[in-house]
């Protein structure tokens, strides 16, 4: 299961264009997955259970801005899961760590534990590692918008459960 950080839709759509553009050249990319679930994110938690999750405490968040930034490449081997790193901001950080608090202790995955999360928005899962170049230059500069909800992802149920919209 998983905790999301939702983006305006002008972001989302900006970040759905990479994603056509690289599925256009024939790329890996998560224009792929048609799945109404699927949308431009920030995993900002992934536990296998977060049945006492508390989502009050996040109810009264304020949407604030996130930038888009350098692509990067996750993995090892032949194929790689491209990015768009996420600059952090104090808000971002503060988001992350009131979600983990809000969780409590678990066996958070360790890409998305405190000190060793890395934010990102993923574009492709299984990108080549030979078309990588040529990926960077179906995408663009940075992208400036906005953080502006919480979902629940489970897995298991292939449903997502809204938790918060940020004023």
């Known amino acids: 299961m998983s905790i999301e950080l939702l ?3 002008a972001t989302e759509a900006a970040v759905r264009a ?8 024939g790329m890996s990319s998560l224009a792929h997955h048609t799945s109404a679930s699927n949308r ?20 009264e968040r304020s949407s604030f801005p996130v930038t ?8 090892a081997g032949e194929r790689r899961v491209l990015a768009r790193s996420i600059v952090p901001s104090a808000e971002l950080l503060d988001t992350h760590s009131a979600v983990h608090a809000a969780a409590g202790l678990g066996d958070d995955a360790p890409h998305t534990a405190p000190g060793e999360w890395t934010p990102h928005v ?5 990108l080549r590692v030979v078309d990588f170049v040529a990926a960077l230059e179906l995408v663009g500069g940075e992208i400036h918008g906005r953080a502006v909800g919480l979902r629940l992802w489970n897995p298991e149920t292939a449903t997502v459960t809204d938790l918060a919209t940020f004023t």
């Open 40 to 59: 431009p994110h920030v995993t900002l938690l992934v536990r296998t259970d977060l049945a006492h999750f508390d989502a009050h405490a996040l109810l």
């Open 68 to 75: 888009l930034s350098a692509p990067l490449l996750f993995g």
């Open 18 to 25: 990479e994603w056509d553009a690289l599925a256009a050249h």
């Open 7 to 9: 983006l305006d839709p």
């Open 122 to 126: 993923t574009l492709a899962r299984r």
